[in-house]
């Protein structure tokens, strides 16, 4: 008797003459269609990639389906595009100003708490806060704020 070769009772699990196909007990199944160029592994309830220096994952596109946890610093060098719900539990910071606008049913920009201003003009629609005058009754201007 030879053990390990496939037979009418042991089929192999596959026939195509493209594919090298390994499936284990549990079901996982690592398969490589090398006609497609195309390798799977599926069926398995984790996968772990440990290396001491670098993992490279080096393709146009990456989709991940699931949520994904970043324990380190996050390093981003393209832009960013948030199609949904942002929020920031540290200090927010930005360095190269900041531009936004309202969105789908009027949202709008609140901001609770102290704001603290310094180094430039604070203005709204054309008045600028720390140096604006208002007409005086008894003539002229009024002086701006101090
Ligand atoms: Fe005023």
């Known amino acids: 008797?030879?053990?390990?070769?496939?037979?009418?009772?042991?089929?192999?699990?596959?026939?195509?003459?493209?594919?090298?196909?390994?499936?284990?007990?549990?079901?996982?199944r690592i398969l490589y269609n090398h006609a497609a160029g195309a390798l799977s592994v599926s069926g398995i309830q984790t996968a772990t990639v440990q290396a001491?220096?670098?993992?490279?994952?080096?393709?146009?596109e990456t989709v991940i389906t699931g949520n994904v946890t970043i324990l380190g610093r996050l390093t981003v060098l393209g832009d960013v595009i948030a199609r949904a719900k942002a929020t920031v539990s540290g200090l927010f910071s930005y360095l190269a100003g900041m531009a936004g606008s309202g969105g789908a049913g009027g949202a709008s920009t609140t901001i609770s708490g102290n704001?603290?201003?310094?180094?430039?003009?604070?203005?709204?629609?054309?008045?600028?806060?720390?140096?604006?005058?208002?007409?005086?009754?008894?003539?002229?201007?009024?002086?701006?704020?101090r």
């Open 1 to 28: 008797m030879l053990l390990g070769l496939y037979s009418d009772q042991r089929p192999a699990p596959s026939h195509s003459p493209d594919e090298h196909l390994r499936v284990y007990p549990d079901g996982a």
């Open 52 to 60: 001491a220096v670098l993992v490279t994952v080096s393709c146009p």
């Open 115 to 145: 704001i603290n201003h310094s180094g430039g003009a604070l203005s709204s629609n054309g008045v600028t806060l720390h140096s604006h005058t208002h007409p005086d009754p008894h003539g002229g201007n009024t002086e701006p704020p």
